[in-house]
């Protein structure tokens, strides 16, 4: 069964303070992992797609890296306006145009 | 180019009542997409189109109907709403050869 787990469920950073996010996954065929920002109240964000392993992109403090099991968001000096909730997602089977969401990472960076 | 937008904003109904969500996007999607957020859960695929006149179940849908008579909208109805239905609800779209999906900002509905 193709499922997404996100770890830590949630994160306490002070402002400068790096770390990184996890996203573990099982899929029958990847076709794309995606990242996503919420903030309260508003709808999921995109911020990065991968398509294979070894990939990687960045976008100011945010850098996305995918592995065949896992994807990891590294966070590089944070600031305050990076706290958001952060969502992981998989498609897999294209037949089946379904996308497996995990439950989110609630970061948290103090100034 | 206003992207992916959802009426309403905010809805409280009585347990039984009915009522239709609207989901509109300006980019030419082919694929539009109606999910649920509930606390400590993923996002949920209630129903799905892959285009016009098209539509199909996802993971969570009973209680739901769907309609996509135009390319740019996607319908999702309550036809006799249960306080389990109580969600927020996200609409999303994608163009035909990508995979990424563009939501919405969403409709928090409370059913009493």
């Known amino acids: 069964e193709d499922q997404v787990t996100q770890s830590p469920e949630a994160l306490r950073l002070q402002e400068g303070e790096s770390s990184s996010l996890n996203c573990s996954y099982t899929?029958?065929?990847?076709?794309?992992l995606f990242w996503y920002r919420q903030d309260p109240g508003k709808g999921p964000e995109f911020l990065f797609t991968?398509?294979?392993a070894g990939e990687e992109k960045e976008k100011e403090r945010l850098k996305a890296t995918l592995t065949k099991k896992e994807s990891f968001l590294h966070i590089t000096a944070p600031k305050p306006e990076d706290s958001a909730t952060y969502l992981c997602a998989v498609q897999g089977d294209p037949g089946t145009y379904k996308y497996i969401f995990g439950t989110g990472t609630r970061l948290k960076v103090l100034a | 180019n206003a992207g992916v937008t959802q009426t309403p904003k905010f809805r409280v109904l009585k347990t039984g009542q009915s009522m239709t969500l609207l989901c509109a996007q300006d980019m030419n999607h082919e694929y539009m997409y109606w999910y649920r957020q509930d606390p400590g859960m993923g996002l949920r695929l209630i129903h799905y189109s892959v285009g016009e006149g098209t539509t199909a179940k996802g993971e969570v849908p009973d209680g739901y109907n769907v309609s996509r008579l135009k390319k740019q909208n996607f319908l999702l109805g309550l036809e006799s709403a249960a306080p389990s239905q109580t969600s927020v609800y996200f609409c999303?779209?994608?163009?035909?050869?990508?995979?990424?999906?563009?939501f919405g900002p969403g409709t928090r509905l409370l059913v009493l």
């Open positions: 999303a779209s994608r163009p035909q050869g990508r995979e990424t999906q563009y």
């Open positions: 991968l398509y294979s």
């Open positions: 899929v029958s065929g990847l076709r794309g």
